[in-house]
């Protein structure tokens, strides 16, 4: 998982510039009623997010008057992915993934914006910025409309969710023909439970461990092909992967690379020859 910075986005500007679009007064005044109501809420969203609280909002149908769920999804749909205003911001945060990878699994290329809390359950959020993410098309279709109950079983959330600076993820080498890779979450020891609990529920949430050993898979097949045309020992084996390791570790620390490279050069039986 990735950090993103928090986008610079007013969301009571974000709204505006999204119902301003319809050509109807009358609808611009339904949505503009309710501005207030939405500003209230994009606050408390900032400060639940802040403090791991997000699970705390109920899933609704009615927004406020006579917005409903619908008028807010058809609002996000025509106003912001397909008006040229709301496509700006739309545009916008796409813009602010780091190379353009995935947030969520930091393999895939961002296409798309993921709502955190789903426009599904929670329409009220439907063009928040700060609920608007970057994502790939795989975790963004594979979460769908799914969103936790409990503290413990948030996903991490790119905007507020910093779990970068200490390792998280790992990897063991399997004695398999051909040799493959294995990932796990082992959280820090220090942690407390609740972020012990996210990391494998992001983990588990997003099916990376599945991903990340397809990932893992092309590389060690580049990686015996390296090895046999350069005739390399066990020795140049083991460095070549530690300086791999290294680098990769001193980017993400908690990237399938940085897991896997690790896993190599500390495992004997891969670099004496098992990754024939």
């Not at 050509?23 to 109501?37: D, E, G, M, R, T």
């Not at 993934?97 to 009220?124: N, Q």
């Not at 439907?126 to 413990?152: F, M, R």
């Not at 390296?226 to 680098?247: G, V």
Request: aromatic share 14%.
């Amino acid at each position: 998982m990735r950090i993103i910075p928090k986008p610079n986005i007013s969301p009571v500007r974000a709204y505006v510039a999204c119902y301003s679009s319809f050509a109807n007064p009358v609808i611009q005044n339904n949505f503009k009623s309710i501005a207030s109501f939405i500003n209230t809420q994009s606050m408390l969203y900032d400060t639940n997010a802040n403090n791991m609280n997000l699970y705390t909002f109920q899933p609704h149908v009615v927004v406020q008057g006579t917005i409903s769920k619908n008028d807010m999804k058809t609002l996000y749909k025509n106003n912001m992915v397909q008006n040229k205003r709301g496509r700006k911001i739309y545009d916008k945060l796409l813009s602010l993934a780091p190379l353009s990878r995935c947030p969520y699994c930091g393999v895939g290329e961002v296409s798309t914006l993921d709502h955190y809390l789903p426009k599904a359950e929670f329409p009220i959020f439907s063009v928040l910025p700060h609920n608007l993410v970057a994502s790939c098309k795989d975790c963004n279709t594979g979460k769908l409309a799914s969103y936790a109950t409990t503290q413990n079983t948030q996903t991490l959330h790119p905007y507020y969710d910093d779990f970068t600076t200490q390792q998280w993820l790992y990897a063991r080498v399997l004695q398999t023909s051909p040799v493959s890779i294995e990932f796990y979450v082992n959280p820090h020891a220090t942690w407390n439970q609740v972020d012990k609990d996210r990391v494998k529920e992001h983990f588990v949430n997003y099916k990376l461990y599945g991903r990340f050993a397809m990932q893992a898979a092309n590389v060690l097949a580049d990686l015996r092909e390296e090895f046999i045309l350069y005739n390399s020992t066990p020795l140049d084996i083991q460095q070549e992967l530690q300086k791999k390791a290294r680098s990769y570790e001193s980017r993400y620390k908690n990237s399938w690379e940085t897991a896997m490279y690790q896993a190599l050069y500390q495992d004997q039986w891969y670099y004496n020859g098992g990754y024939q």
